[in-house]
């Protein structure tokens, strides 16, 4: 893929998290840790496999494979605005067999279950939020920018020799060609299909609209739309 310029991501631009909502106050660091007494898995903050001290979705996937060793019962208690799209598709493919295979999955929120995070819970048997909760958010996007004009100002010229014209597409120290963004704008909504058609399978009754323009929406809302089966108390604190 392209090294290193912005990825597809299924996480909001700005901050990485919904309008005005800090994806983890405080500064915290995102977390995934067990109570296993509750029977819990609890995910927080944002999802990314590459990032440092975010959580990454083959961890998520090994985590869930230890705690349902022990019961196959399991809640994922989240609480995340999204993330990178990278592990994602397959974390969610995992869940969706583990639960086909007999496992009971509840995902949970108290806070946002937004974009990656929503793609997580959509395989489990069933979602639930309380009324606080922010939820949907679906689908993908890629911020790519270029900085040639500035280098010209500054008097500095830029010769990117590359074997095929997509190889370099995004690349910041020139402009998107006609066939570049053609070509990076399918590989977003490629991407946000795969997205897309994860929800369609699993809640085939989900309010189509809603998920393929990034609708996000209190719980109440949610649960008209299809995003959500319950609405539910407040879990207590691990």
């Excluded at 493919?93 to 819970?121: K, M, N, P, Q």
């Excluded at 639930?128 to 010229?157: K, P, Y």
Aim: hydrophobic letters at 45%.
């Amino acid at each position: 893929l392209i090294p290193r310029i912005p990825s597809p991501s299924s996480t909001p631009p700005a901050a990485a998290c919904l309008p005005n909502l800090p994806a983890l106050p405080g500064g915290r660091q995102a977390a995934l840790t067990i109570d296993r007494d509750a029977r819990r898995l609890i995910l927080r903050g944002e999802i990314d496999e590459d990032a440092p001290g975010a959580v990454h979705p083959s961890e998520l996937i090994r985590t869930i494979e230890s705690a349902l060793e022990q019961s196959p019962h399991l809640v994922l208690d989240i609480d995340s605005p999204g993330g990178s799209t990278k592990g994602v598709a397959e974390a969610a493919a995992f869940i969706r067999e583990t639960v086909r295979a007999g496992a009971d999955i509840t995902a949970h929120t108290s806070g946002e279950l937004c974009s990656a995070a929503y793609w997580l819970a959509v395989p489990c048997r069933r979602i639930t939020a309380t009324r606080g909760a922010i939820v949907g958010n679906v689908g993908v996007w890629a911020l790519f920018q270029e900085f040639s004009e500035a280098a010209r100002a500054a008097g500095i010229r830029t010769a990117l020799l590359t074997s095929g014209e997509l190889k370099t597409a995004g690349h910041p120290a020139l402009p998107l060609t006609p066939a570049q963004l053609a070509f990076l704008s399918a590989q977003v909504q490629a991407m946000a299909e795969l997205f897309f058609d994860d929800v369609f399978t699993a809640r085939p009754t989900i309010h189509a609209d809603a998920v393929r323009s990034g609708r996000y929406c209190l719980a109440r809302e949610a649960l008209k739309l299809g995003f959500i089966d319950a609405i539910v108390q407040p879990m207590p604190k691990a």
